[in-house]
């Protein structure tokens, strides 16, 4: 079983400040998903990303598939409050592993205040 | 947009008692998956479900647990016995092929009292 660590487990920041969240590993994902989860809900998909070195927009969010794809980041610029909630990053449990077959981190909650 | 649902999003069982939870996946999709949280701890991979049967299972996933797809559109999660530590969120998720990514339902929120 692959594990992801997630770094920081909590991030509190003021409306328009940049963060970063990271996840990573010692094994080797095939691909990885970005979530977020509202308090009481399911994860709501982000982005996957695939080939190493990969870089991905979404407005204001980067996330970054690292060149050995063991690792990734997500880089919120300009943060607002509409961004908190709990990042989680999730990967295929073995390389040959369907991407629906999720190991998934503990997340980082990311708190913006105005 | 498209979207996995769950019924009910709370229940509330006794000990000992079947609970059947129920999700409606996206209409295309050929992959379910169910999915549980324990309050405070990480998402936890139940089973996965592909041509009307079981592709694989966690160690989570014991006699107890049974998914089924009665018809077209439901997949069920059925629990036989209950046991306080099943007091969780499920999540049933469902994906188009074996390589894309899975969308995951609102949830139901089982309390076993």
């Known amino acids: 079983t692959q594990l992801l660590e997630q770094s920081p487990q909590f991030l509190s920041i003021q409306e328009g400040e940049n963060l970063t969240v990271y996840c990573n590993s010692s094994s080797v994902f095939s691909s990885l998903q970005w979530y977020r989860q509202e308090p009481g809900e399911g994860p709501v998909l982000l982005v996957t990303?695939?080939?190493?070195?990969e870089v991905k927009k979404l407005k204001r969010l980067t996330f970054q598939f690292g060149d050995a794809r063991k690792d990734s980041s997500l880089h919120i610029t300009a943060a607002q409050p509409g961004d908190t909630g709990l990042y989680l990053c999730?990967?295929?449990?073995?390389?040959?592993?369907?991407?629906?077959?999720?190991?998934f981190g503990a997340g980082t909650q990311v708190v913006v205040t105005p | 947009e498209p979207e996995v649902t769950q019924t009910p999003s709370h229940q509330v069982t006794q000990m000992g008692q079947e609970v059947i939870l129920r999700c409606v996946p996206i209409s295309n999709h050929l992959y379910f998956y169910w999915y549980r949280q324990i309050l405070g701890q990480k998402v936890e991979f139940l089973v996965s479900?592909?041509?009307?049967?079981?592709?694989?299972k966690s160690e989570i996933f014991d006699d107890q647990f049974s998914v089924e797809r009665p018809d077209g559109s439901n997949f069920t999660l059925k629990i036989r016995s209950t046991k306080l530590e099943d007091s969780a969120m499920y999540f049933c998720?469902?994906?188009?092929?074996?390589?894309?990514?899975?969308?995951f339902g609102q949830g139901t929120r089982l309390t076993v009292v």
């Open positions: 998720a469902s994906s188009e092929a074996e390589d894309s990514e899975a969308f």
């Open positions: 990303v695939v080939t190493g070195g």
């Open positions: 999730a990967g295929a449990a073995t390389i040959t592993d369907s991407w629906g077959k999720l190991q």
């Open positions: 479900f592909y041509n009307n049967e079981i592709s694989e």
